[in-house]
């Protein structure tokens, strides 16, 4: 519960313009951080408290990725190869969807394997690693919850 409240005083002040900036200077797509907005005014009451749940959620993915650098690059270097099928003519437009996916994965899991100091050439190693610092992530996020509701 203190860990919640402290991370919800911490960015219960922030404004959607600092971290639009800091996305877009980190590379992220404008389009992907103009989605963020709904996420970022997400609130929840919890035991007569108002918790900004969206901003604590948005802060964390990007403290994330300000630690996990490879992962942002892989996933820009997806992004661009999912636009530049897009301009494929005829069937660029109905391919861009799945090779954005399949190449923001995939670029992601390589670069978390970077990160963690052990590149490796095989897929497979490279999205458990990925998969791991995902869940470690969402993890910490949850238990910040459980241990606010578990101590009201």
Do not use: C
Not at 48 to 70: D, M, N, W, Y
Not at 75 to 102: D, Q
Request: aromatic fraction near 8%; charged fraction near 10%; hydrophobic fraction near 55%.
């Amino acid at each position: 519960m203190f860990e919640l409240t402290l991370l919800n005083a911490e960015h219960a002040q922030g404004q959607l313009d600092d971290v639009l900036v800091e996305g877009l200077a980190l590379g992220i797509p404008a389009e992907i951080m103009t989605r963020l907005s709904t996420l970022w005014s997400l609130t929840k009451v919890f035991a007569g408290e108002v918790i900004a749940i969206g901003r604590i959620i948005v802060t964390q993915i990007f403290a994330f990725l300000r630690s996990h650098p490879g992962i942002a690059i892989g996933v820009l270097l997806g992004a661009a190869v999912g636009a530049l099928t897009a301009g494929i003519p005829f069937v660029g437009p109905m391919l861009a969807p799945l090779a954005s996916s399949v190449s923001m994965l995939s670029g992601a899991a390589i670069g978390s394997t970077v990160d963690a100091g052990n590149p490796s050439s095989d897929l497979l190693v490279a999205i458990i690693q990925l998969a791991r610092n995902f869940f470690e992530l969402l993890q910490s996020i949850f238990l910040a919850v459980r241990d606010y509701y578990s101590a009201g």
